[in-house]
């Protein structure tokens, strides 16, 4: 059984799982409007998703780990071959937004696979808060979770 991962705020863990922070400010792959859920393969790669996104001071605020598990059936894997030549700018391109857009309001899977852009190779989990099946993720229960000081390190 697959098994995804989500960084969050103490404060946010009981609407981890809306998708609304993406509905109101949109990502990579959702468009502003889009309720999604964004999740990792691994600890180490959410946390890597976290540290491109603050600054040094939200680093060190308090963090939970949240595991969430999924049946392989509830999961589709995005073609990886079909993404646009731009689909790791640094500002994500309109084009992986409706890519994701799209698969949301389908509703073909609760799950989708998609490429990291941080490490290539390894995978980010897409989650549909709105799909039919969602009840069908089996979340754990939060675990503590600190960046170490060394990565806010300079020079």
């Known amino acids: 059984m697959p098994i995804a991962w989500r ?24 468009s502003v409007g889009t309720p999604m859920v964004y999740a990792a393969e691994t600890k180490s790669l959410a946390a890597l998703e976290i540290l491109v996104h603050v600054d040094a001071a939200d680093l060190m605020d308090e963090y939970l780990c949240l595991p969430v598990r999924f049946d392989k059936r509830l999961l589709r894997r995005l073609d990886f ?6 689909w790791r700018n640094p500002m994500p391109p309109a084009a992986t937004q409706h890519i994701g857009d799209a698969w949301a309001e389908e509703c073909g899977s609760v799950v989708l696979e998609v490429p990291s852009v941080l490490i290539p190779g390894e995978s980010n989990y897409l989650i549909n808060p709105r799909h039919p099946n969602i009840g069908k993720l089996k979340t754990g229960p939060p675990e503590p979770f600190e960046f170490d000081p060394r990565l806010l390190k300079q020079g």
Do not use: I
């Not at 071959?81 to 731009?86: K, N, T």
């Open 81 to 86: 071959s079909s993404l646009p030549v731009q």
């Open 7 to 30: 960084l969050v705020k103490p404060y946010r863990v009981g609407d981890a799982f809306t998708g609304e922070g993406a509905r109101l400010f949109g990502g990579r792959w959702n």
